[in-house]
């Protein structure tokens, strides 16, 4: 025997009304008052601002999420099947009701044009900052950072270092593939893009050292694309400044193949080389050919450049690095991924002739 549909929107429904709002009201006190900053430090000047609209959104979700999962547990209880049921009975089918249509689009499109409004306000806040005490760039590349600074002759890798409360304008790309530029500390995140660049600027203003982190995906070594971000004093960014100047105009020592170690190499191999290179075979890739038998394979007679196989040209691709097609096989093969120069490798003229006698001792001709 059917059942009449029970009239109204079921037993006690005005009570769990006002039990989802005692708990939205909780959890919002506690989103407002309960600070970011002990969960996640603050770095950078702007950081605060968008921790209060990460806490608007999250008060907005939190009603939402409240309110739609409450309702909708009590209605799968209060409104389910019963066995005395007909088989054939159907729920209660509500049609044409204006002023549930008009409350559902009304109150969504009010919040989303508060927080479309106060995201607005903070980019704009950002763009227009002041940010040119100290200009700089940052470079993506597989997998590694890249920064630039005026006042340095040559590029630093993985370590950012910027004066505290100095404003600072941070142009970001990339030199290869898509990468991001994030530091959770300073809440700011860009994509570094080839070709395109962008810039960041925000105002250091808690001294220490920090993770930059690439968010996207850019190849096989993605998650090794980690550098450090120290924000330190002014006198210390000043001494950091001018010991990083002297040791790139001062002698590292010269290159003298003839003094190169090759256990030492070996060592530093697997320190600077393995993420990219094994020590098999050419076919036995990672990211770039495999390089044990770097001198005598008759398949790959010569260097990727083309070069023949001596120290001196060895040493000339850990020195200047390389992007080219794979010349090995006297025919212009695509490239093998991008060697990196001495620089971007942090390794000096002796790290150069240890690795090289190394190299060479693996596959003497």
Known sequence: MAHSPRPGLGPGFWQVAIGLTILNVIVTILIVV???????????????????????????????????????????????????????????????APKLELWWTVIPTILVVIIAIYSVKIWSDLQNSPGDALTMEAIGHQFKFEFRYAALKNSVYDEMHLPVDTPVSVHVTSDDVIHSFWVPEVRIKADMVLGLIQTLRFTPNNVGKYRIICTEFCGTNHGDMVGTMYIDSAADFQKWLAATSKSQNGGAGALVLSKGDA???????????????????????I???????????????????????????????????????????????????????QQANAISNGDIANLVAFLLSMSKK
């Open 287 to 341: 990211v770039g050919p495999g390089l044990g038998k770097l001198a005598s394979d008759p398949a790959h007679p010569d260097l990727v450049t083309g070069e023949p196989v001596t120290p001196q040209n060895v040493a000339s691709i850990l020195q200047n690095g390389y992007g080219g097609n794979d010349l090995s096989t006297g025919k212009a093969n695509p490239p093998i991924g991008t060697m990196p120069n």
């Open 34 to 96: 309960y600070p970011i900053q002990n969960i996640l430090p603050e770095a950078a000047a702007p950081a605060r601002n968008i921790d209060d609209l990460f806490k608007l959104l999250s008060v907005f979700g939190n009603a939402i999420f409240v309110y739609v999962v409450g309702f909708l547990i009590y209605f799968t209880i209060v409104w389910r099947r019963r066995p005395s049921d007909s088989p054939e009975a159907i729920g209660i089918q509500i049609h044409d």
């Open 263 to 285: 256990a030492l190499g070996r060592a530093l191999f697997g320190q600077k080389c393995s993420t990219c290179h094994s020590t098999g075979p050419f076919e036995q890739k």
